[in-house]
């Protein structure tokens, strides 16, 4: 199957610090990417869709000033946790869709974020 | 507000017994159902796709079907196995490609 890299897979930062993770399609382009986050003992919920040379569309209740997004080509989208604090600690999830035109969502390994 | 419930929310089993685990979703217009496996701290490996066409999908011991009419979908593991221990995750698939998640079933498969 298609394959998704995320960086960092682990990142542990200072309140008040902000935080980079990258989403890459390897094998395939994608024009939609979407972020995801998970905290403990909890489903993963959707934070926002990244399309790829337009704004991202954030869910109800997501930040966009904090939760800055950016697909600036096919292959990458960016995810920047701005500011974080202890409450923004999380594991956070990309997916996109595979080329194959399917349907079928493939996902990164995932960034788990500590904020101290 | 597509809304996707799975039941059990947890189930431990001895080795080699067949399972079932449920999903079930309240708005039937999805584009596609898809069956992942999440374990401790990892992300999430994708199980089975089943697009809102088809009505099963088959992997080794893994078969999954479903009945969009309904609103549920099941995920059958057959013989199951300690390495089958993870939480399944079901997700539903809608027009613009966003999923929508249950809150998956803890599954323990003891030797």
């Known amino acids: 199957g298609a394959v998704v890299s995320q960086h960092p897979s682990r990142v542990i930062c200072k309140s008040g610090t902000s935080v980079k993770i990258e989403c890459r399609s390897l094998?395939?382009?994608?024009?939609?990417m979407f972020w995801y986050r998970q905290f403990p003992k909890q489903s993963l919920m959707l934070m926002a869709t990244?399309?790829?040379?337009?704004?991202?569309?954030?869910e109800q209740g997501v930040e966009k000033d904090k939760f800055l997004i950016n697909h600036a080509s096919l292959t990458l989208s960016t995810l920047t946790v701005t500011s974080a604090h202890p409450e923004d600690s999380s594991f956070y999830i990309c997916?996109?869709?595979?080329?194959?035109?399917?349907?079928?969502?493939?996902f990164g390994e995932g960034s788990r974020l500590t904020v101290l | 507000k597509q809304e996707v419930t799975q039941i059990p929310a947890a189930l431990s089993v001895p080795e080699g017994e067949n399972l079932v685990l449920n999903c079930s979703f309240t708005?039937?217009?999805?584009?596609?159902l898809q069956w992942f496996r999440q374990d401790p701290g990892k992300g999430l490996t994708s199980l089975l796709l089943?697009?809102?066409?088809?009505r099963e999908q088959t992997s080794g011991r893994l078969n999954a079907s479903l009945d969009k009419s309904s609103g549920r979908s099941t995920l059958y593991i057959a013989a199951s196995q300690p390495g089958d221990s993870a939480t399944y995750l079901c997700?539903?698939?809608?027009?613009?490609?966003?999923?929508?998640f249950g809150k998956g079933t803890s599954l323990l498969v003891t030797p």
């Open positions: 990244s399309n790829e040379g337009s704004k991202a569309t954030y």
């Open positions: 094998d395939f382009q994608a024009t939609t």
């Open positions: 997700a539903v698939i809608d027009s613009g490609y966003a999923l929508n």
């Open positions: 708005d039937s217009a999805i584009y596609n």
């Open positions: 089943i697009q809102s066409s088809q």
């Open positions: 997916s996109a869709m595979g080329g194959a035109n399917t349907g079928e969502l493939f």
